[in-house]
């Protein structure tokens, strides 16, 4: 997915274990996003940041936060991971070449096993 | 990846038939119109988008419907490929706002 790039793709971690999640684009968009998807469900708002230096809570916020870096950078960060956020991770970047200029560009994932 | 595709509902399609994806939406107040489709580990990619003020949009294969008298978008893709297999997402954008709400997706199987 041309534009945004995730670390890790893949990580395992034990209950208590705290971890960041790195999201970068290079698109020059303003809005960063991270979601979770979990099976049977759809992808479900963590957090977002509208501009450089503001960060909203979304749907589902509790037990992460977030950090705008600058325009580029939002990370994700787990304090104290459970086994319910097992999930994949997905950060996007709306203002895409789509008709209406919403389409988000989403990175490739990140596959979070908390065991 | 596959783990999210394991309990969403399925369409299975021969190879060269049409496919027709149902979506219903929550928001009245929603005036933009996604549909992204997701590969096996990889992220959602999109396809087409569509405004509230339009009833129908086509693209390369593809067609959107949207009814807004009953919430109500769909995805036609005709003559269906294997590489279409995948599973196809809607997303509901409010103009103003922030947030994407997306729909829990349907897996499509090309039957070859």
């Known amino acids: 997915n041309a534009g945004v790039t995730q670390t890790p793709k893949f990580q395992v971690l034990k209950t208590g274990q705290s971890m960041t999640l790195q999201c970068a684009q290079d698109m020059n968009h303003n809005s960063m996003y991270w979601y979770r998807q979990d099976p049977g469900m759809g992808l479900r708002l963590i957090y977002y940041?509208?501009?450089?230096?503001?960060?909203d809570k979304g749907e589902v916020p509790n037990g992460y936060n977030v950090s705008r870096l600058n325009k580029r950078e939002f990370s994700l960060r787990l304090e104290s991971a459970a086994p319910s956020q097992t999930s994949v991770y997905f950060c996007?970047?709306?203002?895409?070449?789509?008709?209406?200029?919403?389409?988000?560009?989403f990175g490739q994932g990140t596959r979070l096993t908390v065991v | 990846g596959e783990s999210v595709g394991l309990h969403l509902p399925t369409l299975s399609v021969q190879e060269g038939d049409n496919s027709i994806i149902n979506c219903a939406y929550s928001n009245s107040a929603s005036d933009y119109f996604i549909w992204y489709k997701q590969e096996s580990g990889k992220g959602p990619q999109f396809i087409i988008d569509i405004r509230s003020n339009m009833d129908k949009r086509q693209g390369q294969r593809v067609t959107v419907l949207l009814n807004k008298t009953v919430k109500h978008l769909s995805l036609q893709i005709a003559a269906t490929q294997p590489g279409d297999s995948a599973v196809y997402f809607c997303a509901e954008i409010t103009s103003g706002t922030y947030k994407y709400i997306f729909g829990t997706g349907t897996r499509l199987k090309v039957l070859a």
């Open positions: 996007a970047s709306p203002g895409g070449t789509g008709t209406f200029g919403a389409e988000a560009f």
């Open positions: 940041s509208a501009s450089e230096g503001t960060t």
